[in-house]
């Protein structure tokens, strides 16, 4: 059998799948027990920090999108590095909130996958305090 070798191409992949059809893209992917830390371990429920599983990870995601129009959320790569068994990915987020105001938000994912090429662990660094501000004019 052959070793997983993490690439770029590889990565592209993952997420046209992923922001094509979510529930093929993240079974295809994710490895069930996936880990993901958003900005810091400690959780806030207003900004959306924490350590959360899969499960756990789209009812934030799901929060986040129930205060946009029409629940959507366009994320864009805009780079992506790989080094070793992680890749590094700059993201661009753009929305409306339901209050009118835009909602656009960077992100950067560093996603840690195993030696058969499923995502172990998502590291996710966004603009907590614009979560805040969506969370706190949205309810």
């Avoid at 059809?21 to 959780?43: C, H, R, V, W």
């Avoid at 756990?56 to 780079?79: F, N, Y």
């Avoid at 058969?116 to 966004?126: A, L, P």
């Amino acid at each position: 059998m052959t070793a997983f070798t993490l690439t770029k191409a590889y990565t592209e992949k993952l997420f046209e799948i992923l922001f094509s059809d979510p529930l093929t893209g993240m079974t295809t992917y994710f490895d069930p027990s996936i880990k993901t830390i958003i900005a810091q371990e400690e959780k806030d429920p207003i900004r959306h920090t924490g350590v959360y599983t899969l499960d756990e990870w789209k009812q934030v995601g799901g929060s986040i999108t129930s205060r946009l129009k029409d629940r959507k959320l366009v994320m864009v790569p805009t780079a992506i590095d790989v080094a070793g068994n992680k890749a590094f990915v700059e993201l661009a987020g753009t929305a409306t909130q339901l209050n009118g105001r835009p909602y656009n938000n960077r992100y950067m994912w560093i996603m840690i996958f195993n030696d058969t090429g499923k995502v172990v662990e998502v590291r996710e660094y966004f603009d907590t305090a614009l979560v805040q501000e969506l969370m706190q004019t949205n309810p």
